[in-house]
Structures are given as structure tokens and as C-alpha cells.
């Protein structure tokens, strides 16, 4: 599967035809991998951005003055607008293992992998025992998972996220599926970890209207 593939199935359109194509999606309407509802969501690159909303508010989003009117337009003005930095790759960094494959309900797995399900990529002080990293998948579909990486203040430093995260994204990939990755633009460390786990920075974006 291609980026194309995910987009085009995460968003409703891909690639983008103009500046910013207002598409409506019902996955828009319906819950995500947490179980919550993403009313508005997007992906931009340098060429153009496509914006994916529920179809019956179209009309409304592609007629805004400011992104900021979005979460309203929609139902949720309780919530803000978010952008990230977004990326992926077809070619994780060949680094050694870090961790295990657990299921997210196992004994010992910290409490935030827990809401990702399935399997989750822990790894541990052999010593103690201790979790120190962990990656969860967030399986938007069939064509695309996001990672998201967590290590604790002890453990970092000493590179298990990129090495966790390049570990994640070939079982991606070999699972039929595109490895993605998101962080916010000032966040330089998330950043570090992305470029060095083989996650080009393409000048990529997404945004929409954030979780609550």
C-alpha cells in the first residue's frame, strides 16, 4: 500500500487539486481508533492540502475566512484547531531492536499504551525489569498507523525511541500498511527522534480540529 492509498481512505481525497480541497468524508461522522469522533481533519503539503469534514458542512468549511472558524462550523467550538508536523516512510533506519511486542492488556504495560489495543512495543530495564519506552499504534486503517512513542524521563538520551520507532514502522510496513508520524513544529526532540528513525521531514502538515 501507498500514502496515496491511506489518504485517500483517512480523508475521503488524495492528492490535493488545489490550495486546499474542502472534501466531505463520513469518516468524519463516525468514531476513530480511540473511539472518539474527528470532525475535521487535514494533510498539506507544499503543492496543496486536503481538508476532510462531514459532507453535510462542506459547503460552510470551504467558505471560512480563517481555519480557526472550523471546530464551530462543525459542532465542536468547545475544541481548537491543531497543526503538526506529519510525516512517513517506506523506509525505516536500519536500527537494532529496543523492545518487545506485548499485548496492550499485559501485566506491566504502562497504563497510557493501554488505549492503542493489540500489540504495543514496550522496552525494559533487563536489570529491573522497569519500563523505560513504549511505541502505540494508532490503526487508522487498513493502508495506514500512526506511531507514538513515550520514554520516561530516566531513559531518555540514550536513543530507544528512534530505535523503537524504526522497530514499529518495519512491522508496519511488513503488516501491508504505511508507518506515519506526527509532531508538533516546536517540538524539536520528537522531531530528532522522527528524522533519525528514517521519517523524512517533507515539509508535510497536519491539522484539524484537536482531541478532547
Given amino acids: 500500500m501507498s500514502i496515496t492509498d491511506h489518504l485517500r481512505r483517512w ?13 466531505g468524508s463520513q469518516q468524519r461522522t463516525i468514531p476513530a481508533w480511540d473511539g472518539r469522533v ?26 471560512a475566512r480563517t481555519r480557526a472558524e472550523v471546530p464551530k462550523l462543525v459542532g465542536y467550538g468547545e475544541r481548537a484547531w491543531f497543526e503538526a508536523v ?5 523506509s525505516p533506519a536500519p536500527l537494532a531492536d529496543a523492545g518487545q511486542w506485548l499485548p496492550a492488556t499485559a501485566p506491566g504495560v504502562p497504563d497510557w499504551l493501554f488505549p492503542f489495543g493489540g500489540e504495543v512495543l514496550v522496552a525494559v530495564d533487563p ?55 506526527m509532531h508538533a513544529a516546536t517540538n524539536t526532540a520528537s522531531a530528532a527522534v522522527a528524522t533519525a528513525a ?5 515539509g508535510w502538515t497536519a491539522f484539524g480540529v484537536a482531541e478532547k
Avoid at 528514517?198 to 517533507?202: I, N, S, V
Fill in 86 to 90: 506529519y510525516r512517513w516512510t517506506d
Fill in 127 to 181: 536489570e529491573t525489569g522497569r519500563h523505560l519506552a513504549g511505541v502505540g499504534i494508532k490503526r487508522h486503517d487498513a493502508y495506514g498507523c500512526e506511531l507514538s512513542v513515550v520514554t520516561s524521563p530516566a531513559a531518555r538520551g540514550r536513543g530507544l525511541a528512534r530505535r523503537l520507532v524504526a522497530q514499529a514502522a518495519r512491522r508496519v510496513l511488513d503488516e501491508g500498511a504505511v508507518p506515519t508520524y
Fill in 38 to 63: 474527528h470532525p475535521a481533519l487535514g494533510v498539506g503539503t507544499p503543492d496543496g492540502a486536503v481538508l476532510s469534514v462531514p459532507p453535510e458542512h462542506v459547503d460552510q468549511v470551504a467558505a
Fill in 11 to 23: 480523508l475521503g481525497a488524495w492528492p490535493p487539486t488545489e490550495r486546499l480541497l474542502v472534501t
Fill in 198 to 202: 528514517g521519517f523524512p521531514d517533507r
